[in-house]
């Protein structure tokens, strides 16, 4: 296997899927890949990410702030500080969401049929125009459209 099918599978398998048990979730879902490669230390992925103001500290907190939002926008007045945090199960075992196969398949289309790298992931991630991704990636104030050529010009160099 080669290191970028072991990066994938690592983002996926286990970074993402600790994201999601970490927030009680039933799902990897996509914010959980974007936490994940946010943890690709020394990575392109990572710097590029980092760039874009894009932290795991300051993507937990834009994923906050969203969903507190998104709450209001409900009518309940909740602040995520003032919450237990989710109590993390570690015999959950969290499947793939539907928008982390969404994610992989704009991956995929990225890599045009080839090996799916970390950069890919962003890319597909970036790509994603409906959900909470693309809000949160709104509240971070992050330029998804320059992130999204920076990720896709990474990939095409296979510079993950």
Known sequence: MTTQANEVREVLIRSARAEAVED???AIEA???LLALTKLSGTTTA???AGAGL???TLRAALDREWEQSLSVAGVEVSVDELPKATPDPSRNPQIGETTKLLLKRAGATAGGGRIGAAHLLAGALDTTLGRVPRVLGLAGVDREAL???AS???ARKDH
Do not use: C, K, M
Request: glycine share 6%; hydrophobic share 45%.
């Open 24 to 26: 009680g979730s039933v």
């Open 47 to 49: 710097r590029l990410l």
């Open 55 to 57: 932290t795991h500290a």
């Open 31 to 33: 914010e959980h890949v």
């Open 153 to 155: 010009a990474a990939a």
């Open 148 to 150: 999204r050529d920076q």
